[in-house]
Nanobody
Framework: QVLLVESGGGLVQAGGSLRLSCAAS????????AGWFRQAPGKEREFVAH????????NYADSVKGRFTISRDNAKNTVYLQMNSLKPEDTAVYYC??????????????WGQGTQVTVSS
């Protein structure tokens, strides 16, 4: 069983920054890719960013490219999402997830409970 716990969400003004963390249980987490997703009220969950097991490859949604940075510290079993230049449209619940081994960028098998990010205008 893998447990993912997000933290770092909150209320921030437009143009501000937040750093989300996702702490994972399990010794093998460092062998898996990880991703961040978000879901705004009334909308479907959408892909935000992905990082491979080593941190050497990252992928981003066009809407966050250049503003968000995904990273990981395998010694701490933690994945991060640095969010800069935040916009009101970034308001959502943010989820981290473990990528399914051998799966595509959009296939994940374990999910955290989510952390709320609210950006005021």
């Amino acid at each position: 069983q893998v447990l993912l716990v997000e933290s770092g969400g909150g209320l921030v003004q437009a143009g501000g920054s937040l750093r989300l963390s996702c702490a994972a249980s399990g010794r093998t987490f460092s062998s898996y890719g990880a991703g961040w997703f978000r879901q705004a009220p009334g909308k479907e969950r959408e892909f935000v960013a992905h990082i491979n097991w080593s941190g050497g490859t990252t992928n981003y949604a066009d809407s966050v490219k250049g503003r968000f940075t995904i990273s990981r510290d395998n010694a701490k079993n933690t994945v991060y999402l640095q969010m800069n230049s935040l916009k009101p449209e970034d308001t959502a619940v943010y989820y981290c997830a473990r990528k399914r081994l051998g799966g595509t960028l959009y296939e994940y098998d374990y999910w955290g409970q989510g952390t709320q990010v609210t950006v005021s205008s």
